[in-house]
């Protein structure tokens, strides 16, 4: 789970980082053009996300049900991806992204999003979860090293021969992180039998079968808010690095050292603390702090120390609280059709994703890039009150470590 952790969060460089910067600065499209391309994406994704869920809920091969679309879906991305930085025309860049990869990819998604919850008892999820996004972080690190010593400098973007490098290479590495992984994938044959897919994602239309679900519910307006504020930074985070002046000096090297110490601390305590206190807990204090950090780097006007403070208090915040999230929501599916609620929680996902790049690419255009993290923040603070309407899943035992019970 962890290297695919590491693969699916390059992809998502890629796509957020080099895809954003050949659009906008390579092929000199608007801002609010690569919002309109993401929300396509995302809109299309989610609908074929949840159809793929449901298919791999009901698959049954001697590989397992969600190890065959992984593994397709990997492969055609892989190649279209590396397509996308052919050529700087719009339609081609439309139909290429905001359709053909946003159904492959969501394949890649549908049948793996589910296998969290399918192999690891609840009173590991936290940190399963937090791990993943520690090695998707590691891979973030991997990507933007390299791109930060090779970026130009004062306020100048990369040449078109460089960001199909990164592309190419960062496609590569998603495709074999996603395709050693599926081999090791164990999965437990499902105790129930197989049903009709089409059934399933017919009943998830059916409101008297999905006000059972009442706390899923919540979650699911909920992550509206959180991918909204997500999007409105990351989807725009490498442009914005690309149009900030800055020089390192002593006071940076120290700020940079302070920044990291308090990242990999933050990160470690608030990962336990999601399998021992609980998931709403690390939810609500994630969210209420993390904006802080995003108040910082808004306010910095490129001051590369307040940026580096900033973001050491936006990431571990706000990655824990993605990761709790994650664990209740693992926690709260039923068992035999998660692959179709992942699928229906990645609808608000899409949708609040693709409002919030709009947004803020609205905002950007509008005033400067730096309206991004207001954005962000603001929206992170309306999704608390929601949070706190949803009750907590893991009981505080002792035994945690040994699979911790679902609150009835």
């Known amino acids: 789970m962890s290297i695919m952790g590491f693969g699916g969060q390059m992809y998502s460089e890629i796509t957020g980082d ?4 050949f659009v906008i600065l390579t092929s000199g499209y608007p801002k609010i053009n690569w919002g309109i391309l993401v929300t396509l994406f995302s809109v299309i994704g989610a609908v074929f996300f949840l159809i793929f869920g449901a298919i791999s809920d009901n698959m049954r091969t001697r590989f397992g049900r969600r190890v065959p679309m992984l593994v397709i879906g990997t492969v055609a991305t892989v190649i279209l991806t590396a397509l996308f930085v052919f050529s700087t025309n719009y339609l081609l860049m439309v139909v290429n992204y905001g359709i053909l990869t946003a159904i492959m990819y969501n394949m ?3 049948s793996t999003s589910p296998l969290v919850p399918d192999l690891i008892p609840i009173g590991l999820r936290g940190r399963v979860n937090m791990l993943t996004s ?3 972080n590691l891979a973030s690190a991997v990507a933007w090293i390299p791109a930060l010593i090779l970026l130009p400098g004062n306020g100048t973007s990369y040449p078109p021969n460089i960001v199909r490098t990164f592309v190419f290479a960062g496609a590569a590495i998603f495709g074999i992180s996603f395709l050693i992984s599926a081999p090791l994938i164990k999965e437990p044959q499902p105790p129930e039998a197989p049903r009709s897919w089409v059934k399933d994602l017919k009943s998830t239309l059916d409101w008297r079968e999905m006000a059972k679900q009442k706390s899923f519910l919540i979650l699911f307006v909920a992550n509206f808010f959180v991918q909204a504020a997500s999007s409105a930074i990351f989807n725009y985070l490498f442009v914005f690095v690309q149009s900030i002046k800055f020089t390192f000096d002593v006071g940076v090297i120290v700020a940079v050292v302070i920044v990291g110490a308090s990242l990999a601390l933050g990160i470690y305590f608030l990962s336990k603390a999601i399998d021992r206190i609980g998931r709403k807990f690390v939810t609500i204090l994630g969210f209420s702090l ?3 950090g995003s108040w910082f780097v ?12 900033g973001f050491g208090v936006f990431l571990p915040f706000f990655l824990s609280g993605s990761a709790a999230i994650n ?3 693992q926690d709260i599916m039923p068992k035999e059709s998660r692959g179709r609620f992942m699928g229906l929680l990645n609808i608000s996902s899409a949708v609040g994703g693709g409002l919030g790049t709009i947004f803020a690419g609205f905002l950007a255009d509008k005033f400067n890039i730096f309206f991004i993290f207001v954005a962000a923040a603001i929206i992170l603070w309306v999704s608390i009150p929601i949070y706190l309407r949803v009750p907590e899943t893991l009981m505080k035992k002792k035994n945690a470590l040994e699979g911790g019970k679902i609150a009835e």
């Open 108 to 110: 890649v998604r549908g």
């Open 290 to 292: 993390a904006p802080i």
């Open 18 to 21: 080099w895809f954003s910067t």
């Open 327 to 329: 664990a209740w929501t």
């Open 134 to 136: 520690v090695m998707g």
């Open 298 to 309: 808004a306010e910095s006007n490129g001051n590369l120390v307040l940026l580096l403070i």
